[in-house]
């Protein structure tokens, strides 16, 4: 029976990913289910000047090329995990695997390497659903030599838990586990999690586990729809009319006595209704993070404004939107980088098919040890095709 039931994937597959623009969806019954796909970005991009005697030429890369799977072994258990194909050798990456176990709406269980449940636009997000095209991470200030000179500045916007604790590359997935559901039919949501290192013992200067919890309210009362699943979205093209506040916490010890507690909170609210004609969204953010990386009064803070207007429209290349967002990361007593950016998207099929046209501004001061020919502002230009089948 099992080599059956692989054999009508692979035959379906194999017809599915010739001709159809969906993933694979097998029904096995008994609550049983199988489901794969492919996604990635496909862009055009033309640079600002990172260095003053850089030339600005127009870049083309297919970035994020990924084969995922997902499915439920039965009515209680179900499991995922994706993969990366490498730019420079083709081999497969895992990016994240997890296993969840729902007991009821009010309380899963989800253990393996999964996005972290801290402010919305820090990583529980989808990057497939986000609204504004680039870049995925919030106020990076960065530039890429060619001569091993590369510098970059974080932004606040980030997985808090500590780089030790992510078994795989992804930085917004950490190895853990969480309880987390939604409570009196999504009113209330709630995640509750710790997260660790993998397969040694702990030396006397690596991190503790770390803890996180989130807690989301929709006024479900006045109409609004809950997120129900473990992953949130920036936008969801009309679908569903949502309001939702979140508060978040993660605190990441550290096992040396010269390292302080990282305390990092979040308050994030997303709004986005149907009109009718059209869809306006707004979501905005707030992070702070004491201590970084342990480092005592080395505080980094960030917030994030953005949103915009769907039209429902459809059009050949789908339903028009117009978007904007703002961002700023500091560290206390030291550098702040301020990203402004507008974009037009072209939704082909949800938030996660789309293509888009956006213009992004990046600007940092006070950054310490620059080079001094690295540019304190510089502006990108990208067209992008995201697909996810």
Same mark, same amino acid.
């Given at each position: 029976?099992?080599?059956?039931?692989?054999?009508?994937?692979?035959?379906?597959?194999?017809?599915?990913?010739?001709?159809?623009?969906?993933?694979?969806?097998?029904?096995?019954?008994?609550?049983?289910?199988?489901?794969?796909?492919?996604?990635?970005?496909?862009?055009?991009?033309?640079?600002?000047?990172?260095?003053?005697?850089?030339?600005?030429?127009?870049?083309?890369?297919?970035?994020?090329?990924?084969?995922?799977?997902?499915?439920?072994?039965?009515?209680?258990?179900?499991?995922?995990?994706?993969?990366?194909?490498?730019?420079?050798?083709?081999?497969?990456?895992?990016?994240?695997?997890?296993?969840?176990?729902?007991?009821?709406?009010?309380?899963?269980?989800?253990?393996?390497?999964?996005?972290?449940?801290?402010?919305?636009?820090?990583?529980?997000?989808?990057?497939?659903?986000?609204?504004?095209?680039?870049?995925?991470?919030?106020?990076?200030?960065?530039?890429?030599?060619?001569?091993?000179?590369?510098?970059?500045?974080?932004?606040?916007?980030?997985?808090?838990?500590?780089?030790?604790?992510?078994?795989?590359?992804?930085?917004?997935?950490?190895?853990?586990?969480?309880?987390?559901?939604?409570?009196?039919?999504?009113?209330?949501?709630?995640?509750?999690?710790?997260?660790?290192?993998?397969?040694?013992?702990?030396?006397?200067?690596?991190?503790?586990?770390?803890?996180?919890?989130?807690?989301?309210?929709?006024?479900?009362?006045?109409?609004?729809? /809950?997120? #129900?699943?473990?992953?949130? !979205? %920036?936008? @969801? $093209?009309?679908? &569903?009319?949502? =309001?939702?506040?979140?508060?978040?916490?993660?605190?990441?010890?550290?096992?040396?006595?010269?390292?302080?507690?990282?305390?990092?909170?979040?308050?994030?609210?997303?709004?986005?209704?149907?009109?009718?004609?059209?869809?306006?969204?707004?979501?905005?953010?707030?992070?702070?993070?004491?201590?970084?990386?342990?480092?005592?009064?080395?505080?980094?803070?960030?917030?994030?404004?953005?949103?915009?207007?769907?039209?429902?429209?459809?059009?050949?290349?789908?339903?028009?939107?117009?978007?904007?967002?703002?961002?700023?990361?500091?560290?206390?007593?030291?550098?702040?980088?301020?990203?402004?950016?507008?974009?037009?998207?072209?939704?082909?099929?949800?938030?996660?098919?789309?293509?888009?046209?956006?213009?992004?501004?990046?600007?940092?001061?006070?950054? /310490?040890? #620059?080079?001094?020919?690295? !540019? %304190?502002? @510089? $502006?990108?230009? &990208?067209?992008? =095709?995201?697909?996810?089948?």
């Amino acid at each position: 029976m099992k080599k059956s039931y692989l054999a009508a994937a692979a035959i379906l597959g194999a017809a599915v990913f010739a001709g159809e623009a969906h993933a694979v969806k097998i029904d096995l019954g008994n609550g049983k289910s199988f489901k794969m796909g492919v996604r990635g970005v496909i862009y055009a991009e033309i640079p600002g000047k990172r260095k003053n005697n850089q030339k600005s030429d127009i870049t083309f890369a297919h970035k994020f090329a990924r084969f995922y799977a997902k499915g439920k072994l039965n009515k209680m258990i179900s499991f995922g995990f994706q993969t990366e194909f490498s730019k420079f050798d083709s081999k497969a990456e895992i990016i994240d695997s997890f296993l969840n176990i729902k007991f009821a709406n009010e309380f899963n269980v989800i253990a393996g390497s999964y996005k972290v449940p801290f402010e919305r636009h820090s990583g529980i997000n989808s990057g497939w659903a986000v609204l504004f095209p680039m870049p995925f991470e919030y106020g990076k200030f960065k530039y890429t030599g060619t001569d091993s000179n590369d510098y970059k500045l974080s932004s606040a916007f980030t997985n808090p838990v500590d780089k030790t604790h992510k078994p795989f590359r992804s930085g917004s997935r950490s190895a853990g586990l969480t309880f987390w559901g939604n409570v009196a039919g999504g009113l209330f949501k709630y995640y509750v999690g710790v997260f660790d290192t993998l397969g040694k013992p702990a030396g006397s200067s690596d991190p503790k586990p770390a803890y996180a919890i989130r807690v989301q309210f929709t006024p479900t009362m006045a109409g609004f729809k /809950p997120e #129900k699943g473990y992953v949130l !979205k %920036d936008t @969801y $093209t009309g679908k &569903k009319n949502v =309001l939702t506040v979140g508060l978040a916490y993660v605190s990441q010890g550290y096992h040396s006595s010269g390292n302080k507690t990282q305390k990092s909170y979040g308050v994030d609210v997303l709004w986005e209704q149907n009109l009718g004609g059209v869809v306006p969204n707004l979501s905005a953010g707030y992070v702070k993070h004491k201590d970084w990386g342990g480092k005592s009064g080395k505080d980094r803070t960030g917030f994030i404004v953005q949103g915009g207007v769907m039209f429902n429209v459809n059009t050949i290349l789908g339903k028009p939107a117009l978007v904007a967002k703002y961002t700023q990361t500091k560290e206390k007593n030291s550098w702040k980088v301020k990203n402004f950016g507008v974009a037009v998207n072209m939704y082909l099929h949800g938030p996660t098919n789309r293509i888009a046209l956006g213009v992004n501004n990046v600007k940092v001061s006070n950054a /310490p040890a #620059k080079p001094s020919d690295v !540019k %304190d502002s @510089y $502006t990108d230009v &990208k067209l992008a =095709l995201f697909y996810n089948f």
